[in-house]
């Protein structure tokens, strides 16, 4: 579904932060992305949602080579991708609910066709209460569990989480995690990345290490 060939990436005039990388994300797989903070685990999901080109390397995102897809399609293409940022990027104007179903709301679907299963998502990720209020007054922990609810809501080919558990405390890491197996179970491939250790050890999953710019993957 993902393939990476000799990929490199600088930002500017830096030096390379990610250096030869070659590898596949197959469909339906389930990974977790680690290394050392700064070793470049965001960097990376950017590249795999296709908002920074490398700069060197091939990069194939549902067998089109992210180089040669025009700018005004690539709207389309992320639809097929889940996302949850590190900050969240919630819309500040829209209420949980909304922020949720937004994905939905954006391909057109009424609102009568997702209320139930948004607000059973919600109920799941223990936002129940959190239904009908803003961003604003939500803690960093329920931002991020709005912001997966919102990644997943629409069943996407390919799951991109940074650090998805890292506002949230063991039990909820433990629920979330579950949910992202769950979603793999139904077919979406998810890529998680994580400083957490004992996260990982819930999963016989693949890892994908990042050190030093490279990459190593043990299945
Ligand atoms: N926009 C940017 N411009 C210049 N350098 C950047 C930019 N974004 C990240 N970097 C640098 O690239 C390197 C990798 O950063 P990145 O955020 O990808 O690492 P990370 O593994 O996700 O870190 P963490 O675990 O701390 O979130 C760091 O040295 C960082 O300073």
Redesign the pocket.
């Known amino acids: 579904m993902i393939r990476f060939e000799n990929v490199g990436l600088r ?2 005039m ?1 030096p390379e ?1 990610l250096r030869d990388l070659t590898f596949d994300i197959p469909k339906r797989s389930f990974q977790f992305l680690t ?1 050392p ?8 999901l950017r590249l795999l949602f296709m908002s920074l080109q490398p700069t060197r390397g091939l990069i194939n995102v549902f067998n089109r080579d992210i180089a040669t897809i025009p700018r005004d399609e690539l709207p389309l293409l992320r639809r097929r991708i889940g996302i949850v940022f ?1 900050d969240f990027r919630l819309l500040d104007h829209l209420t949980t609910f909304e922020n949720v179903a937004l994905p939905l709301r954006v391909r057109g679907k009424e609102e009568s066709s997702y209320r139930r299963d948004v607000l059973e998502l919600l109920n799941w990720v223990g936002l129940g209460d959190r239904i009908n209020v803003l961003p604003a007054v939500l803690s960093g922990g329920e931002k991020q569990r709005v912001a997966i609810a919102r990644a997943i809501i629409d069943q996407p080919q390919l799951l991109l989480a940074d ?1 998805p558990t890292g506002n949230v405390d063991p039990p909820m890491a433990l629920r979330l995690l579950r949910l992202f197996m769950e979603l793999n179970r139904l077919g979406t491939a998810v890529v998680i ?1 994580t ?1 957490d250790l004992s996260l990982m050890e819930q999963v016989d999953a693949r890892r994908m290490i ?1 050190s030093e710019g490279r990459l190593d993957i043990y299945d």
């Open positions: 930002y500017g830096g932060i290394g903070s700064g070793a470049g685990k965001t960097t990376l590190q650090e990345a400083h990042l």
